[in-house]
């Protein structure tokens, strides 16, 4: 009896994928290629290709979206709500990196949190895979696969699929994009939280910096007032009395606010 291990013929549409992610490397025809690999995996509408260095904004290296949909699912995005984006919050927490659904990442009350109330139901999706592929102690990139408004939310199968084949793209992200140092010069950079501490210092009351960075990372006004033990009038008052001392007075532009002091380190 034979002991050879039988396995089962790869289908030609995914030799056809990876030849194509091979033989466009290092070209502008990359980022299609990357998308027809990805599509072997599980169906989506549209693909989003991301850098994040450190607490920089992220920077868009390819997206499928119309002129309407970029302005705000990429520049607005970019301009503050990222803070707040779980797929963003996993890298900086040291998330290993691979595939994930939007919901196995977000907190509990997600379609209750700032991000989506100011961001998320804006923009027209019903669900989100992200492929985080990790470039450096501070550099990610961030795929982001898409399902629009109405459509079948992502399965824990589609994740396994893109999960079973993620060294592929990871190894093809970064080469295509990557520009990860051999070693960190100047010794490690304070970390993200511990930036976020300083912002509205000499500014705010030590109340205020609170809410606000309860805020910042996600958290609505009765989380917030449950965490600190506080009525939800009281931190009303508090975000309040903090976004007048700021000179602000939205969600939007607390957002670039302390994007330009996250980026200023």
Same mark, same amino acid.
């Given at each position: 009896?034979? #002991?050879? #291990?039988?396995?089962? &013929?790869?289908?030609?549409? @995914?030799?056809?994928?990876?030849?194509?992610?091979?033989?466009?490397?290092?070209?502008?025809?990359?980022?299609?290629?990357?998308? !027809?690999?990805?599509?072997?995996c599980c169906?989506?509408?549209?693909?989003?290709?991301?850098?994040?260095?450190?607490?920089?904004?992220?920077?868009?290296?390819?997206?499928?979206?119309?002129?309407? !949909?970029?302005?705000?699912?990429?520049?607005?995005?970019?301009?503050? &709500? %990222?803070?707040?984006?779980?797929? %963003?919050?996993?890298?900086? +927490? =040291?998330?290993? &990196?691979?595939?994930?659904?939007?919901?196995?990442?977000?907190?509990?009350?997600? %379609? /209750?949190?700032?991000?989506?109330?100011?961001?998320? /139901?804006?923009? +027209?999706?019903?669900?989100?895979?992200?492929?985080?592929?990790?470039?450096?102690?501070?550099? @990610?990139?961030?795929?982001?696969?898409?399902?629009?408004?109405?459509?079948?939310?992502?399965? &824990?199968?589609? #994740?396994?699929?893109?999960n079973a $084949?993620?060294?592929?793209?990871?190894a093809a992200?970064? /080469?295509?994009?990557?520009?990860?140092?051999?070693?960190?010069?100047?010794?490690?950079?304070?970390? @993200?939280?511990? /930036?976020?501490? #300083?912002? *509205?210092? *000499?500014?705010?009351?030590?109340?205020?910096?609170?809410? $606000? !960075?309860?805020?910042? !990372? =996600?958290?609505?006004?009765?989380?917030?007032?449950? %965490?600190?033990?506080?009525?939800? =009038?009281?931190?009303? $008052?508090?975000?309040?009395?903090?976004?007048?001392?700021?000179?602000?007075?939205?969600?939007?532009?607390?957002?670039?606010?302390?994007?330009?002091?996250?980026?200023?380190?």
């Amino acid at each position: 009896m034979s #002991t050879e #291990t039988r396995y089962p &013929p790869l289908p030609s549409s @995914w030799a056809d994928a990876m030849a194509a992610l091979a033989g466009t490397a290092g070209t502008e025809r990359f980022p299609g290629a990357l998308r !027809q690999i990805l599509g072997q995996c599980c169906s989506f509408d549209s693909m989003i290709v991301s850098r994040y260095d450190g607490a920089l904004p992220p920077v868009s290296l390819y997206q499928d979206l119309d002129e309407l !949909q970029a302005a705000i699912t990429v520049e607005f995005y970019a301009s503050g &709500p %990222y803070l707040l984006d779980p797929l %963003y919050q996993a890298c900086r +927490n =040291g998330c290993a &990196p691979g595939a994930y659904r939007l919901l196995d990442l977000a907190p509990e009350a997600f %379609y /209750r949190s700032e991000y989506y109330r100011a961001f998320y /139901r804006k923009i +027209n999706i019903s669900d989100e895979i992200g492929v985080l592929v990790q470039d450096g102690p501070e550099r @990610w990139f961030i795929v982001s696969l898409a399902r629009f408004a109405r459509q079948q939310r992502f399965e &824990p199968a589609d #994740t396994d699929r893109l999960n079973a $084949v993620f060294k592929v793209i990871s190894a093809a992200v970064r /080469r295509q994009w990557g520009q990860a140092e051999a070693a960190v010069q100047g010794g490690a950079q304070d970390g @993200w939280e511990d /930036r976020m501490q #300083t912002f *509205g210092a *000499g500014v705010l009351s030590p109340r205020e910096q609170e809410v $606000v !960075q309860l805020i910042l !990372q =996600g958290h609505s006004t009765p989380s917030a007032a449950a %965490y600190l033990g506080i009525a939800e =009038g009281t931190v009303k $008052v508090h975000r309040h009395h903090a976004y007048s001392k700021l000179g602000i007075s939205s969600q939007a532009e607390l957002f670039s606010m302390a994007t330009r002091h996250l980026a200023a380190g």
